[in-house]
């Protein structure tokens, strides 16, 4: 099993740049595809990125769409989350996910191991 801390949230404003980090420990990193999911207070946990496993392939909500950017380094054991140009509908709390399922990508169930998230917040 794998474990994941992600770091790099805080506040910033609309309009701004953050990026998200995420480190995994206890297996073969470059086993596992990789995700990024959001939940907003009184919201369902939803999709935002996920990237397979030697980073060649990417796919985004149309949400962030062209705003973010995932990335990962299988030397370093990590997974990145570029967000640009935020927007008052971001915030929330990000988790990086992990999973050797294939198929069924853009679900929070095809997950196995999580992050305990790191708070967004973008102001106005």
């Known amino acids: 099993q794998v474990q994941l801390v992600e770091s790099g949230g805080g506040l910033v404003q609309v309009g701004g740049s953050l990026t998200l980090s995420c480190v995994a420990s206890?297996?073969?990193?470059?086993?596992?595809?990789m995700g990024w999911f959001r939940q907003a207070p009184g919201s369902e946990r939803e999709f935002v990125t996920t990237?397979?496993?030697?980073?060649?392939?990417?796919n985004y909500a149309d949400s962030v769409k062209g705003r973010f950017t995932v990335s990962r380094d299988n030397v370093k054991n990590m997974v990145y989350l570029q967000m640009n140009n935020l927007k008052s509908d971001d915030t929330a709390v990000y988790y990086c996910?992990?999973?050797?399922?294939?198929?069924?990508?853009?679900?929070?169930?095809?997950?196995?191991?999580w992050g305990q998230g790191t708070q967004v917040t973008v102001s106005s």
């Open positions: 206890g297996d073969t990193f470059s086993t596992y595809r």
């Open positions: 996910a992990a999973t050797r399922q294939f198929g069924r990508i853009y679900y929070s169930s095809s997950y196995d191991y």
């Open positions: 990237i397979n496993r030697n980073g060649g392939t990417t």
